[in-house]
């Protein structure tokens, strides 16, 4: 199974990551390779077989619905890139 | 002293020959002379363990002590611990101090341990060779006397590798695909990966979360029981922890092993296996049958698939785990973004190295509109089969035993070219983590002067079990008290 520099370009776009045309070539081959690895499920057959998302097929725990943790606001924003009164601060989104 | 075990540096303590400030200063001494030959740790926190150090001595003078009060030890990177950087390996965290303790720094802190600082690893733990760290690849101990640099394994590889040098004497360790067993046996310790949710996750920075399980790593089997006597448990902060009473680990490591049943999987004692290893993985179950187990065949006709649906699985689920590293609340941030899209997109592609962003592209390609049935789903369905396989041999036997590897440890830079190849070092170690079962890498003979693991993999819940045998066997061989020259 090969994936196409186009698919490479989709998926970087996905998953927010500057890939330039050198890279993309590098990736098609790496990726290519790893598609072909995984290509062997294909032979297995699963047709009555249920998808296993936990090994001893748990079911989330709820807890009560109560305030249980204390505002650690300044500790939280002390790693930050950059703040100011209170909040984060990236690039302008609204012109 | 560094060549003392846990267990036998707490009974210095108890004993009150050395208080714990002069064993960690000890430590801490010899690890800054040594680490320079094995880059194992990524940060020494010499301030924060001799306050530790100091801190428990009060608890012993108190009365208060436990068996890991004033012991060092130390975490791997990806554990946070509140005020000391965690950087899982990862420029993207280079600068991260985490404002909180993972619940498994907590419980140690707890008990009184005293971390000397974080270990190297695989960057996100992505690897099976901790060459991908953005710290440097990690020297394993073994080989170097011949002028070789032989690789750790990884992703745990910076703690393996301390451990065996006798830098600390024992490490945490997690392992998503063979990442605490790999580099176990590579370096001739002891490892155990846990059931998955019989350890927090709480902390435990994310790769694939229905996968990573972190574990003990020590020298001899009687540390990692005292090990994950700490680490096991319930934690409410973790929703896939489960809830089931923890037994002291230690108290069976002694009973006798007559009538265990080992199971050999056929599948595990294939041509990918050098001649040579198996010759070592046979000698040792040997020593078991010595011991009165007996032996049988056993087969697991889908673990061929397990790398296949490991490779959509653990990607995908990572490429969910690291969308959370976008620039804006905590880690690395690219320099003058012009717009949202281009901070995001260029601190991901200068945040992350080569390994982690194939896993994310492989991985959000799995995921995405298209492809989730014949991937994603399809990988899952196969995840069942192979757990089926399992739990069919586990009515016939106690235990599985295998080689944890195909051959021992490798040169550095040998598989790095090629992704795939290093992604086939896992063979035998890849199928546990996909059905979520325990299995420990136990000390086993050497090739070539290199050290190999014997894999025993164990049904749910059985890691006293577990560390029964391969205490057992570590008193009828000395192969986890060589040390490497």
Request: glycine content about 8%; cysteine-free.
């Given at each position: 199974m090969s994936i196409s520099r186009a698919d490479i370009e989709k998926v970087a776009v996905l998953a927010r990551i500057k890939v330039d045309s050198e890279q993309v070539s590098a990736l098609e081959k790496d990726l290519g390779n790893i598609l072909d690895l995984v290509d062997q499920l294909s032979a297995a057959d699963t047709d009555s077989v249920e998808p296993m998302a936990h090994p001893l097929d748990a079911v989330q725990k709820l807890r009560p619905d109560v305030v249980s943790e204390t505002s650690q606001r300044e500790a939280f924003q002390a790693i930050a890139p950059a703040t100011e009164d209170g909040l984060y601060l990236v690039p302008r989104v609204i012109e | 002293m560094h060549n003392k075990s846990v267990a036998e540096l707490s009974r210095e303590l108890e004993s009150g020959k050395m208080s714990s400030v002069e064993l960690t200063q000890q430590f801490l001494d010899r690890l800054k002379s040594e680490d320079g030959k094995y880059n194992s740790f990524i940060t020494v926190s010499d301030e924060q363990a001799l306050a530790e150090a100091r801190a428990a001595d009060e608890m012993r003078a108190a009365g208060k002590a436990t068996v890991w009060t004033g012991v060092p030890f130390a975490h791997k990177d990806i554990f946070c611990t509140s005020g000391v950087r965690t950087s899982c390996g990862s420029k993207m965290l280079d600068n991260f101090v985490p404002p909180y303790d993972a619940t498994v720094t907590a419980k140690f802190k707890q008990a009184g341990a005293v971390c000397l600082g974080k270990t190297n690893m695989d960057e996100f733990a992505m690897g099976s060779s901790n060459e991908s760290s953005f710290y440097g690849p990690v020297t394993n101990p073994w080989g170097l006397a011949n002028g070789d640099k032989r690789v750790p394994g990884g992703s745990s590889g910076g703690s393996a590798a301390a451990v065996a040098a006798r830098l600390v004497p024992a490490a945490t360790g997690t392992d998503t695909g063979g990442s605490i067993r790999q580099p176990a046996a590579l370096c001739g310790i002891t490892g155990l990966k846990p059931t998955?949710?019989?350890?927090?996750?709480?902390?435990?920075?994310?790769?694939?979360s229905s996968l990573d399980q972190g574990g003990p790593m020590a020298r001899t089997a009687e540390d990692a029981a005292l090990m994950l006597n700490v680490m096991a448990g319930h934690d409410?902060?973790?929703?896939?922890c489960i809830d089931r009473d923890v037994p002291d680990y230690t108290a069976t490591l002694n009973e006798p092993l007559k009538g265990l049943k080992i199971g050999l999987p056929k599948e595990y004692f294939?041509?990918?296996?050098?001649p040579a290893m198996e010759e070592q993985v046979r000698n040792a179950i040997r020593e078991y049958e010595k011991l009165g187990a007996t032996v049988k065949e056993v087969s697991?006709?889908?673990?061929?698939l397990a790398i296949a649906a490991y490779y959509v699985i653990a990607p995908a689920e990572a490429s969910a785990n690291l969308s959370r590293f976008d620039g804006a609340r905590y880690g690395y941030r690219c320099e003058q973004p012009k717009d949202l899209m281009d901070m995001y997109t260029r601190t991901r592609a200068e945040g992350f190295g080569n390994e982690v962003k194939r896993r994310i592209l492989v991985g959000t390609y799995a995921l995405s509109a298209g492809y989730f049935d014949a991937y994603y789903l399809k990988a899952q369905k196969v995840r069942r089969l192979i757990q089926q396989d399992f739990i069919n041999a586990f009515k016939e036997v106690d235990i599985l035993m295998s080689p944890v590897t195909p051959s021992p440890a490798f040169i550095q830079g040998e598989k790095t070219t090629d992704p795939v190849s290093m992604y086939l070092e896992d063979v035998f170690t890849i199928a546990i983590n996909l059905a979520g079962i325990p299995a420990m890498s136990v000390p086993a003979g050497f090739v070539d002067g290199l050290p190999v693991g014997l894999q025993m993999i164990g049904d749910y819940f059985s890691e006293a079990r577990l560390l029964n045998a391969a205490h057992q066997f570590q008193q009828v061989t000395d192969w986890h008290q060589r040390e490497p020259k």
């Open positions: - | 998955y949710g019989r350890v927090s996750r709480y902390g435990m920075i994310a790769f694939a409410p902060k973790d929703s896939t294939s041509d990918q296996l050098s697991l006709p889908n673990a061929k």
